[in-house]
């Protein structure tokens, strides 16, 4: 069962990522359970990323998440092999406007496939649950000053970026739970 949730954020500044409109992002588990998550050399220290991206603009979203597995780890992977966990919409107000941003959250277990970082991601992490937890406590104390990564994009606050992403990976471990209870 897809999940749909809706939350309201209110920033100074929308973070550029958050602009795009929709983005789909994959929980990858690999064959001893542990997620995959991708690193980026502009993210605050310890802080990764489900592995996903921006969805083109008429793009289904499982062929968008399918794309970008493959363009950030290099693995093909069917879309109907694609599981949905949730759809996240936000109301994303600032200063100056309000965007409505949507994650398609989806589930694939990608077991033994060898991965290798492409695209725009440095470095491939695996966490444990329990990793994971951590992952999202850091989220939530992320840097509150303004900065500007040199990404064209607009300055932005990480914490406002770990407000949202927080939010996305703990509302991933709680789909993940409920689908382990039924």
């Known amino acids: 069962m897809v999940r749909h949730y ?3 954020f209110s920033f100074d500044v929308i973070p550029p990522v958050l602009q795009r409109g929709r983005h789909a992002l994959v929980v990858l588990r ?6 995959i998550l991708g690193a980026k050399n502009i993210y605050p220290d310890k802080i990764v990323r489900f592995i ?4 083109d603009e008429a793009e289904p979203a499982d062929v968008g998440a399918t794309r970008e597995v493959e363009e950030e780890v290099g693995v093909r992977v069917n879309p109907a092999y694609l599981k949905p966990l949730a759809v996240i919409e936000a ?3 600032s200063l100056e406007r309000t965007t409505r941003f949507t994650t398609f959250l989806f589930l694939y277990e990608i077991g033994a496939e060898e991965l ?3 695209d725009d991601l440095d470095g491939i992490v695996r966490f ?3 990793e ?3 992952l999202i406590d850091r989220y939530a104390h992320l840097p509150k000053e303004i900065v500007d990564i040199g990404d064209g994009g607009n ?6 970026y770990g407000a949202y992403y927080g939010k996305v990976h703990q509302i991933a471990l709680e789909c993940l739970e409920e689908n382990v209870e039924k």
């Open 30 to 35: 690999d064959a001893n359970g542990k997620f």
């Open 91 to 93: 109301d994303i107000t």
């Open 52 to 55: 996903g991206g921006g969805l």
């Open 128 to 130: 444990s649950r329990e």
């Open 132 to 134: 994971m937890e951590q």
């Open 6 to 8: 809706h939350f309201s």
């Open 155 to 160: 300055p932005f606050r990480w914490s406002d």
């Open 116 to 118: 290798h970082p492409a």
